[in-house]
């Protein structure tokens, strides 16, 4: 008797949950293919979303499109399904990121508890509160990390300084490079009606005092209505690392990344990510931790998290827009 695949519908709600993932300037840069009669899916990177100036090596599209596999794997567990990752990246297919092989389980995974999370998670630019986030949720955060194979190291005071200092300088230097204010520029400040990049409503606040690293989107363009407000003076803030760098390593780190920030979601934090000082190969080792352990060499994401006020969804592309199916329905 022949085991039975995932039918088409199911894995199509699947995929619509998989696409709520953050992605770097919300350029959503995957693409999902399903044979019914294989019962596979691939996730593969969608390389007309590519970032050549601000992601030369693509590290950042790998996060996002791990991040989206990670809401796959939490959508099919809630079904009760198993998603069964295959051995990807492939250097002969640079753009097949992973093969899912769906299976029907008797026993729910411990991640389909993450699932009421999903729709709600939000990337904030919104300053956050005084409130300090406390030691239990941030050892709890460090868990989820570790469940797949990464690590999140919360900074000290002396360490959140020197990062926001390289940041700041990151800051700098992408506000005098008009190549990479033009690609900016190309996914943010859409009005409504995109489904695509961060829309200039979701840009928050100029900063008018406070040091919380939060990307400026307007990169010198007027927005109009744009208010001021004073950010953190001392960001709660952690950095994702792996122990290795290589695309399957920056795929992990995706999955990771979007386990912490579902469960922050859970526990009723705020989260935000900054990847400034990442794309920049001379600063991002400077976010190196040298007393860390081995697993979190590798800086992936700098993560800032708190008490902040709701922020709205940033618009997606439907489905049908990244989900194709290929082949004939199984008999």
């Not at 489905?319 to 290929?326: F, T």
Request: proline share 8%; aromatic share 6%; net charge negative.
């Amino acid at each position: 008797m022949s085991t039975p695949h995932a039918d088409v519908a199911s894995v199509t709600a699947w995929v619509g949950d998989a696409t709520k993932a953050p992605s770097m300037h919300n350029a959503q840069p995957w693409k999902f293919l399903y044979s019914p009669v294989s019962g596979v899916l691939q996730l593969r990177m969608d390389t007309t979303r590519a970032m050549p100036r601000t992601d030369s090596t693509t590290r950042g599209a790998h996060l996002s499109c791990g991040a989206a596999l990670f809401n796959l794997r939490v959508a099919a567990a809630r079904a009760g399904w198993t998603a069964a990752i295959g051995p990807v990246p492939d250097s002969a297919d640079p753009v097949l990121l992973a093969t899912v092989a769906f299976s029907q389980s008797a026993e729910t995974e411990a991640v389909s508890e993450l699932y009421p999370a999903i729709g709600g998670r939000r990337s904030s630019r919104e300053p956050f509160t005084d409130e300090p986030v406390p030691d239990a949720l941030l050892d709890e955060l460090g868990g989820a990390a570790r469940s797949e194979g990464a690590s999140l190291s919360v900074l000290g005071p002396w360490q959140v300084d020197a990062v926001l200092d390289v940041v700041d300088e990151a800051e700098q230097d992408e506000s005098l490079s008009r190549e990479a204010r033009d690609e900016i520029a190309r996914w943010t400040g859409a009005g409504a009606g995109s489904s695509e990049g961060i829309p200039a409503s979701s840009f928050g606040p100029s900063r008018h005092d406070g040091r919380a690293p939060v990307r400026d989107f307007a990169v010198g363009r007027p927005v109009p209505d744009r208010r001021t407000a004073v950010f953190e003076r001392f960001p709660c803030l952690a950095v994702l690392g792996t122990s290795q760098d290589r695309r399957q390593d920056w795929l992990l780190a995706g999955q990771a990344l979007e386990r912490v920030l579902l469960q922050a979601t859970l526990d009723g934090l705020s989260t935000s990510l900054n990847s400034q000082a990442l794309e920049r190969t001379d600063l991002r080792w400077v976010l190196r931790d040298p007393r860390a352990h081995a697993s979190s060499g590798f800086p992936q994401m700098l993560l800032r998290l708190g008490y902040g006020p709701a922020v709205p969804a940033t618009p997606r592309r439907a489905v049908s827009d990244v989900l194709e199916v290929r082949g004939d329905q199984p008999s």
